[in-house]
């Protein structure tokens, strides 16, 4: 691909974020605060210091696995919207390991921990994805009607079956210590990090550069031509929802291991849209997934910062985020029109 290419690709993107920021600025100003202070608190805060990077990388890979856990499903043209049920069920999955058999090793109980979480996640998610294939039930409310359901499961295990009497709220006992994840450096950096990276580009090699990444695009792109030349549609739908399910479950797991070591009422975050709106921004690309997510990272950090700074609400920077994915969706129209514009000129 030429640098011109690339660079007529970016332009739409560039454009995009630039208009997000400026309008993003103008009701920044209209609140009577400084939109340049504020802006810099929440661009600066992640690179400041070491403090700040490490939180941003945390973010990151919740972020990552929430975005992978819509965009892998969207491939084949399905909805995962239940990232955050899938989380809770990866952290509840990590915690009931983590606890009942707290005495055991690290070696031992930590791939234990992940691995319940991912499977619990993927169960929560093949229930949906069962749903869809067996009874043609829409995945988008089953998933969303799911979510509800882990809402409750957390509560209930948080308040009643391992609670921490002493948390003031719903908060299960720590894990044992062999459930925790190995760190990195000083502020420390949990493993979780480097074990995201490792995945992102797993997996991005993989879609590219294998069969089943194949198949995923061959349905996402066309599922009735797909089927013509012999993919199972099916099972390629209801294995995209399983394996975002994992991811998502793992990023819960890696919650607990990594950052709580416990499970709380509010471990999702707000994860779920986040990913989403990365996932969307990204387009789908395995590739430019990574990044976007730590764009967004970045300014879910610095977000308290532009508060305590410029005195700017926190929650503008959801706004931003939603106003960057708005305006990318606008250019993606305005190009189209373009194009097609080029093309009945050129015909003529």
Same mark, same amino acid.
């Given at each position: ?33 400084? !939109? ?45 919207i239940g990232g955050e049920g899938?989380?809770?069920?990866g952290a509840v999955g990590a ?78 006992? !720590? ?99 986040l990913g989403i709106i990365i ?33 700017? !609400? ?35």
């Amino acid at each position: 691909m030429s640098v011109a290419i690339v660079v007529r690709r970016a332009v739409p993107y560039v454009l995009a974020v630039l208009a997000a920021f400026a309008v993003t600025a103008v009701i920044i100003a209209l609140l009577g605060h400084d !939109p340049l202070e504020a802006f810099r608190a929440v661009l600066t805060n992640s690179f400041r210091n070491t403090f700040g990077m490490v939180q941003t990388l945390h973010k990151w890979t919740a972020l990552t696995l929430l975005a992978l856990a819509f965009a892998i499903p969207l491939a084949a043209g399905r909805f995962n919207i239940g990232g955050e049920g899938q989380l809770i069920l990866g952290a509840v999955g990590a915690v009931a390991v983590g606890i009942t058999f707290s005495e055991l090793p690290l070696p031992v109980l930590l791939p234990l921990l992940l691995v319940s979480a991912v499977l619990a996640g993927a169960v929560w998610a093949w229930i949906a994805a069962w749903l869809m294939d067996r009874f043609r039930v829409n995945e988008i409310l089953s998933t969303v009607l799911l979510n509800f359901v882990s809402f409750e499961i957390l509560d209930y295990l948080a308040s009643h079956t391992w609670p921490d009497v002493g948390a003031g709220g719903a908060v299960t006992l !720590p894990i044992g210590t062999g459930g925790e994840l190995p760190t990195i450096g000083r502020p420390p950096m949990h493993a979780g990090v480097v074990l995201v990276v490792i995945l992102v580009v797993a997996l991005a090699f993989l879609a590219r550069r294998s069969v089943p990444g194949f198949e995923l695009r061959a349905v996402g792109l066309n599922e009735r031509a797909a089927a013509l030349h012999g993919i199972r549609t099916r099972g390629v739908a209801v294995g995209s929802m399983v394996v975002g399910g994992a991811l998502a479950g793992l990023a819960g797991g890696i919650e607990v291991a990594g950052v709580h070591h416990r499970m709380l009422e509010g471990i999702q975050s707000n994860y779920l849209l986040l990913g989403i709106i990365i996932g969307l921004i990204a387009r789908g690309s395995l590739v430019a997934l990574p990044f976007v997510a730590f764009g967004i990272a970045v300014l879910e950090v610095g977000a308290g910062s532009m508060q305590r700074v410029s005195g700017a !609400p926190a929650e503008l920077v959801l706004i931003l985020e939603g106003l960057i994915l708005l305006f990318i969706l606008m250019s993606d129209v305005v190009v189209g029109r373009v194009s097609a514009r080029r093309a009945r000129v050129a015909v003529t």
